[in-house]
T-cell receptor, first 111, second 114 residues
Framework: KQEVTQIPAALSVPEGENLVLNCSFT??????LQWFRQDPGKGLTSLLL?????REQTSGRLNASLDKSSGRSTLYIAASQPGDSATYLC??????????FGAGTRLFVKA | EAQVTQNPRYLITVTGKKLTVTCSQN?????MSWYRQDPGLGLRQIYY???????DKGDVPEGYKVSRKEKRNFPLILESPSPNQTSLYFC?????????????FGQGTRLTVV
């Protein structure tokens, strides 16, 4: 059974710091991995989608990598800003219509 | 603006009183899903739909019903809500199968059953 784990559960960093959020999954047979941002009262916003054949995706200050063989993905945020404060979720699709989510990492960027 | 819209955003109800949470998308997406989010558990899939009149169970379907009579709408029905269904609910849609395309989420419905 696929399980998705995100460590740490919470993270506090000073503004300007580069940081890495981690996501691990137990079964490497995935079709894609997606990173989301969740803000209170605003639902989930898709940040990056990495297909299983890809190694990484970039969008602005965000870079997500995928290592299927080791069951890991990282979300790198460069030059963090207070506006980056949110909960970050990763989700893997295991085929068909099954998407498994991690519990998320709550990020707080201090001004 | 492309979006997934859920209503209501907040709902407090009593045990056993039937309720419906609506979900509508304006992107002509074929695939729609319902999730619930509970602290420490992440999002868990309740039901999904591949197209009009085609639905199937997710991981936690007990106590819920869905229907897909129109492509844009995918309501979630709680026939007899119980306190353990107190949760944050999200509707999502995607153009293609989730294994191929990104998902778009609504803003969530916070349900409290007393």
């Amino acid at each position: 059974k696929q399980e998705v784990t995100q460590i740490p559960a919470a993270l506090s960093v000073p503004e300007g710091e580069n940081l890495v959020l981690n996501c691990s999954f137990t079964d490497s047979a995935i079709y894609n991995l997606q990173w989301f941002r969740q803000d209170p009262g605003k639902g989930l916003t898709s940040l990056l989608l990495i297909q299983s054949s890809q190694r990484e995706q970039t969008s602005g200050r965000l870079n997500a990598s995928l290592d299927k063989s080791s069951g890991r993905s990282t979300l790198y945020i460069a030059a963090s800003q207070p506006g980056d404060s949110a909960t970050y979720l990763c989700a893997v699709n295991t085929g068909g219509f099954k998407t498994i989510f991690g519990a998320g990492t709550r990020l707080f960027v201090k001004a | 603006e492309a979006q997934v819209t859920q209503n209501p955003r907040y709902l407090i109800t009593v045990t056993g009183k039937k309720l419906t949470v609506t979900c509508s998308q304006n992107m002509n997406h074929e695939y729609m899903s319902w999730y619930r989010q509970d602290p420490g558990l992440g999002l868990r899939q309740i039901y999904y739909s591949m197209n009009v009149e085609v639905t199937d169970k997710g991981d936690v379907p007990e106590g819920y019903k869905v229907s897909r009579k129109e492509k844009r709408n995918f309501p979630l029905i709680l026939e007899s809500p119980s306190p353990n269904q107190t949760s944050l609910y999200f509707c999502a849609s995607s153009h293609g199968p989730p294994r191929d395309t990104e998902a778009f989420f609504g803003q969530g419905t916070r349900l409290t059953v007393v």
